[in-house]
Structure formats: structure tokens, C-alpha cells
């Protein structure tokens, strides 16, 4: 069986991520990565639906390591996937990731300090394991198999097609058709304009209206400093920069709600006319931020409803019908295409089955600890991003604080690592948001506590203060001294004995 010293989850920002620290911070250390999918980029190789992009800047979506190479603040999708496929080559990583292999249990053994990992290649089937001392988790927190959609009455009826977004396929021709999108999303706002250039006319369907602000796609400070000082030179000072913009404006909005709710509105106003209904379709009934902002490159989804070739109803959906959709209020849009833009459904460590010393761990039961680690869990970290900020913001700085434990712990001849369970600590649920994938989850993710370092911070300036400012000793942390003989790991079998299997062709 193959044994490594940090075996990290998935393939996608946080994974590049983490090859690239440990690489550069932990040189001595050994590493694989193993990747179900056959591709780099995570989610952005998932998701494949018209419009895809970024919905935050890629100044900071981007590494700090490598700078974004193109104008647009913004990324396409296509132009991310093939950025983080560089950036993968670049640092030389792409030789220790193993396609096609999806992990299936951990196993982790206190009396020899290691991670047994079992794993099945998702082309040949075949079953196999690696050991390893630190098991990093980098899989995000999707369910990549299947989105949510919730029980539409009368789906069976309807005589057109219903796709998700996540199962978008290049065979769905809607060029000239009528689509309906179910949602009011982010998603379902990506889709839209892109969808509105070809159809013959696209209705989004939502039950309640969301914010909405518009941004530029092209920074133009950013490309004034890139031009007067280079891509490299700049890239530090514009991502500095759009982390303290989004701190501030996130600041703005959950101080002053009421004012914050006005000129967001207002923007709709400004955007679609007084003619237009922006009191019924862009003017939620909760304050900004309560549910997350979504942003609308150049006004986009707005040019789209003003020249017609969009619209937005508001109403609650009655019932799928052969031609469309039967609403509440008594009318009825026919559509040949429906998009059900309806969400995703969370899953925490890929939904990964983990035991310690044969005892199930339930990732649910358990609290999380400076963002990166959970309670009663040894040696294993993860990656969650912001939901207010870029996702990489976090990814890069759990990457430097597990790489300055791992030399912490070698510096002290620690082979464990366990965040210790404070009892007196109130358990919160780790997202704050009155969204609906957020209540769906309720149950099956961890927890965040009511003080540090057990409180899961939307901010890049707390977090950079708990996981650089701290001691990794602090109290919290519990180690145990390396062995100097390992206790021998029970044979496994004949079927386990192979390593994993090797990338995908």
C-alpha cells in the first residue's frame, strides 16, 4: 500500500492550492492528490451550463501566487478551467494527481498516527488504498453527483425538457425556443442573458425576489495599475484592494440595511425604468446579505428585461403542465425548455465515510475549529470558503496555516493532531444566511461555535488574525509525540492491496 505524508482531496482551486503551499512550505513533505473527476478544476469542470462565471472578482478568485492573466474582472467559466489547468502545469503538479479516483472511506488509526484511505476508480471500478499521515480535504462542499430540485407537481406531463444546471448537456439546442428558468438565484441570473441571446424568449420564474447589483466587468484601476506597473507588480496591490472594497461594501450593507435596501432598489429603478415593476420583482423582503448578493456583470441580466428579450414573473408555481407551468395567480407560460435553477444540495468532505479506531465519525456531530478543522477529528483538515468574499481568500490562508502546523509538528516530534471539544462552547449553525440550501443542510454539516477559535469568520481580516496571529499551541490543539517505530497496520487484503489506481487516459 502507497504511503504519503499529506494526501489531499480533489483537484479544483483549493486543491491547486494546497500542492502549490506544501510545495513551496513543506518541501520535504510527500505528497499525492487524488481527483474523481477526470480533469482539473473542481466545480468549474463540473459545471458546463451557458453563462457560467465568476460571481466575485478574479483578482482575488485568482491565487495571489499566480495573477489572473485576463482584463475582465470577471471570469467565464472556459476562462477559469483553462487558467487553473496552467496554473496546475506551471507549479508542476499535474503528475501527482490521480484521475478518476474517487476516495470512498478514511480510516484513521490512533495507534499508528495515519489515514487509511480507500478508494474506486470511477472508470475500471477497481478498489484500492494509500495511507497517509495528514488527510487534507479540498472537495468543497456540493454534491457533485446531483443538484437540488425540489417535487414539482406534474413534471410527467410536461412535454418539453427539464434540465438542472449541473446536468447541462451540449445537445440542449434552445436557439429560437421558449425557456422558462425556476429560480432567482445566482445561477439562474448567470443563465439568463446568455440564454436571452439565442432563445426566442426567456421567463425567469421566481417564488420571491432577490438583490441584485450590477458590477463592472473590467476593473479600470486594475488595468491601469497592470499597464503602469505589470500584471505580476500590480497583482498584490489590486487584490489588497478589492478585499478591503468587498469587506467594506459587506460592512455597508449589514450596517445599514434599510439604506443599503433602498439603493439597490434604486439601481433596479435606474436599470429598467419607473415604468418597470421593481417593487414585485427586485425588492426582497428581507435585509441585504440576509440571503446573498447576487451580481449582475455590466447590469446584464437588466439590459437583457429592457430590450425584451427577457422577463422576470414573480408568482408561485400551481403545477407543470404539458406546455409549461401553471402558477398561483392563474396564468400559464409555455416553454419548451425548463431550467429548474433551484440549487445545490451541500455535502461536507465529499461526502466521504471517516472512522477513527473503527468508530464512525460524523462530520455533523462535530464543531469546526479556525475554519479548517473539526473538533475530535486528528490530523485532517479542510477547506470552506466565504460565502461573502472570494473562496480563495480562505483557501490560501488555511494552505499556509496547515503547512505551519505540519512544520510545527515536525519541529516538536508530533505525530497527532486533535482539536479538543469544548463543551461550554454554544453551537451555531456555521452559515448565516436565510438561504435555502443553507436550511436544507441543517443536520448534515458541522457546526460553528459562539466564540474563537471555534467561530467560522466571514472575514479575511479576523481570520488572518486567528490563523497567523495565534500560536498553533494555543491551548485548543491537542498533540501526541510521534512513535519512533510505528505499531505495524493490519494486513489488508488481497483486493486492497493494490495503490491507487493510476490517472485516466
Known amino acids: 500500500m502507497k504511503h504519503v505524508d499529506v494526501l489531499v482531496a480533489g483537484a479544483g482551486i ?41 460571481d466575485s472578482d478574479m483578482y482575488t478568485l485568482g491565487f495571489s501566487f499566480r495573477p489572473w492573466p485576463e482584463a475582465d474582472s470577471i471570469g467565464e467559466g472556459e476562462s477559469i478551467r483553462s487558467y487553473l489547468e496552467d496554473t496546475a502545469a506551471e507549479i508542476g503538479i499535474t503528475d501527482k494527481i490521480r ?83 425556476i429560480g432567482s438565484g445566482a445561477t439562474a441570473m448567470t443563465m439568463l442573458p446568455v440564454l436571452a441571446k439565442k432563445a426566442e424568449k426567456v421567463t425567469m420564474v421566481q417564488r420571491s425576489p432577490t438583490y441584485v447589483i450590477a458590477w463592472p466587468r473590467r476593473d479600470r484601476l486594475a488595468g491601469f495599475l497592470r499597464w503602469l506597473l505589470g500584471a505580476k507588480r500590480a497583482h498584490p496591490i489590486i487584490r489588497w484592494k478589492n478585499i478591503r472594497l468587498m469587506a467594506l461594501l459587506y460592512s455597508f450593507l449589514r450596517r445599514f440595511p434599510r439604506l443599503s435596501s433602498r439603493l439597490l432598489v434604486r439601481q433596479a429603478y435606474k436599470r429598467l425604468g419607473d415604468d418597470y415593476d421593481v417593487q414585485r420583482h427586485f425588492t426582497p423582503g428581507y435585509d441585504p446579505w440576509d440571503q446573498r448578493l447576487c451580481l449582475v456583470p455590466d447590469g446584464d441580466l437588466f439590459d437583457a428585461i429592457s430590450e425584451g428579450r427577457a422577463e422576470v414573473v414573480t408568482d408561485r408555481i400551481e403545477t407543470f403542465t404539458e406546455r409549461g407551468l401553471a402558477l ?25 465515510s471517516l472512522d477513527v479506531d473503527g468508530a464512525p465519525f460524523e462530520p455533523a456531530d462535530s464543531m469546526i475549529y479556525k475554519g479548517c478543522m473539526l473538533g475530535g477529528l486528528p490530523n485532517c483538515a479542510f477547506v470552506f470558503g466565504y460565502i461573502n468574499s472570494s473562496w480563495t481568500l480562505r483557501a490560501e490562508l488555511v494552505c499556509e ?32 444566511l436565510k438561504a435555502g440550501y443553507v436550511s436544507r443542510a441543517e443536520g448534515l454539516i458541522p457546526s460553528q461555535g459562539s466564540r474563537d477559535p471555534w467561530r467560522l469568520n466571514q472575514s479575511v481580516a479576523l481570520d488572518r488574525a ?8 494555543d491551548g485548543t490543539l491537542r498533540f501526541v509525540e510521534r512513535q519512533r517505530t510505528r505499531v505495524d497496520e493490519p494486513k489488508p487484503s488481497a483486493a486492497s492491496q493494490n495503490t491507487v489506481a493510476p490517472a485516466t487516459p
Open 99 to 181: 484521475f478518476g479516483t474517487r476516495i470512498e472511506r478514511a480510516s484513521f488509526s490512533k495507534a499508528s498516527g495515519r489515514w487509511t484511505v480507500y478508494t474506486r476508480n470511477t472508470q475500471s471500478g477497481e478498489r484500492g488504498s494509500i495511507s497517509c499521515d495528514f488527510f487534507w480535504s479540498c472537495m468543497g462542499y456540493y454534491r457533485y453527483d446531483q443538484g437540488y430540485t425540489p417535487e414539482f407537481e406534474g413534471t410527467e406531463r410536461f412535454e418539453g425538457r427539464i434540465v438542472h444546471p449541473q446536468d447541462w448537456a451540449e445537445d440542449i439546442d434552445y436557439a429560437g425556443k421558449r425557456v422558462l428558468i
Open 401 to 432: 496555516y496547515v503547512c505551519k502546523l505540519l512544520r510545527f509538528m515536525d519541529e516538536h516530534g508530533y505525530g497527532q493532531c486533535c482539536p479538543e471539544p469544548d463543551p461550554t462552547v454554544e453551537a451555531l449553525p456555521p452559515i448565516d
Open 466 to 473: 486567528l490563523m497567523r496571529g495565534q500560536p498553533i499551541d
Open 14 to 54: 483549493s486543491g491547486i492550492a494546497a500542492a502549490h503551499y506544501l510545495q513551496e512550505h513543506c518541501p520535504g513533505k510527500t505528497f499525492a492528490i487524488l481527483e474523481g473527476r477526470d480533469s482539473i478544476g473542481g466545480t468549474w469542470d463540473l459545471f458546463r451550463f451557458p453563462g457560467i462565471r465568476s
Open 328 to 352: 398561483g395567480g392563474g396564468s400559464e407560460l409555455e416553454a419548451d425548455l425548463i431550467v429548474t435553477a433551484t440549487g445545490f444540495s451541500l455535502q461536507w468532505l465529499g461526502g466521504v
